[in-house]
């Protein structure tokens, strides 16, 4: 049996499927739902962990990203999610952040208000491009949807000639 060929790159890219998050970046305050098991029985439930996203790496399948939030008495609690993971529900944003670092570290050395992350305010005319741009998105989804839905059932049903006998 001879062996394959896999270089760095493919290497990288194992595993890697589409995932239909939105878009967030370094800064937003983000609801990250994952699945939770309890118990020895093996029920499931979601839970949200609500937080600024203060790092992200890139690294194919094993991209990451971390959120950080504020938990009762005042304790910071930082998640570290793989991006690729089954047990990450949903993500939502809450709100985008105004940030010039590609890393927000230096919020583990702050407290109260001064850990906290400015929230990007836009324009009237930046919020109707956004909302334009959302309904472009999902239009070009459900388009591609029925194409796909569309390609599967033609190729369930028969084909059949002019004279409408299977071929």
Not at 73 to 98: C, H, Q, T, W
């Amino acid at each position: 049996m001879k062996a394959q060929k896999l270089t760095r790159e493919t290497i990288r890219d194992l595993g890697v499927v589409k995932r239909d998050f939105p878009r967030f970046e370094i800064g937003d305050h983000i609801a990250v739902s994952q699945w939770i098991t309890e118990g020895t029985d093996g029920k499931r439930r979601v839970q949200v962990f609500e937080g600024d996203v203060i790092a992200m790496h890139h690294q194919g399948a094993s991209s990451t990203f971390t959120v950080r939030k504020i938990g009762a008495n005042s304790v910071a609690v930082e998640r570290l999610f793989p991006f690729y993971s089954p047990i990450i529900d949903d993500i939502k944003i809450v709100r985008k952040g105004d940030v010039r670092r590609a890393k927000l570290y230096y919020l583990r050395d702050r407290v109260g208000k001064s850990a906290q992350v400015q929230e990007k305010v836009l324009t009237k005319e930046a919020r109707e491009h956004v909302r334009e741009r959302a309904k472009e998105v999902a239009a070009a989804k459900a388009l591609k949807q029925a194409a796909s839905e569309k390609n599967t059932q033609a190729a369930v049903e028969p084909a059949q000639d002019d004279n409408g006998n299977q071929e």
